[in-house]
């Protein structure tokens, strides 16, 4: 498959380093991801059954 250089780059993150440009999705490892949600996820009934099957092997 070819790909093909079309000129879109992002309006931020983007850096050359070493001659190649670096891409960078505006979020570290020091940075809190918004997008990450913690908290009590509930499964479905089949699911859970599921599971319990693979812990009972």
Same mark, same amino acid.
């Given at each position: 498959m070819t790909h093909e250089d079309r000129g879109w780059r992002p309006d931020l993150g983007?850096?050359?380093y070493g001659g190649h440009e670096i891409w960078d999705h505006g979020i570290g490892p020091?940075?809190?991801? /918004?997008?990450? #949600? $913690?908290g009590d996820i509930e499964f479905p009934a089949?699911?859970?059954?599921?599971? /319990? #099957?693979? $812990?009972d092997e």
């Open positions: 983007l850096e050359e020091h940075e809190i991801n /918004a997008g990450q #949600v $913690d089949e699911l859970k059954e599921g599971l /319990a #099957v693979l $812990d």
